[in-house]
């Protein structure tokens, strides 16, 4: 079970990398070599971006859950 987790929280955290370096940032981000930099006149932010900060949430809640099942897991076996 411990690997289990560990290989999750490996895919997370490397996913979470990603997806932030993805983000839009001042200048624009690599989010806009995907179609992100086309966002509505009307204000806010493009579909494509708002579905990679829905993923981003979701991989983030993903890693978080593997860190404190890791944390009692090792705290359990020891």
Do not use: C, P, Q
């Not at 490996?10 to 001042?26: F, Q």
């Not at 989010?31 to 900060?53: C, H, I, K, P, Y």
């Amino acid at each position: 079970m411990i690997i289990f987790f560990s290989v999750i929280l490996t895919l997370a955290s490397l996913l979470m990398i990603v997806l932030i370096l993805m983000h839009k940032g001042r200048g624009g981000g690599l989010s806009d070599m995907f179609g992100g930099g086309v966002s509505s006149s009307l204000g806010g932010s493009s579909v494509a971006e708002r579905n990679l900060d829905r993923i981003t949430v979701g991989v983030a809640i993903v890693w978080a859950i593997s860190v404190i099942a890791l944390g009692l897991l090792m705290k359990v076996s020891a």
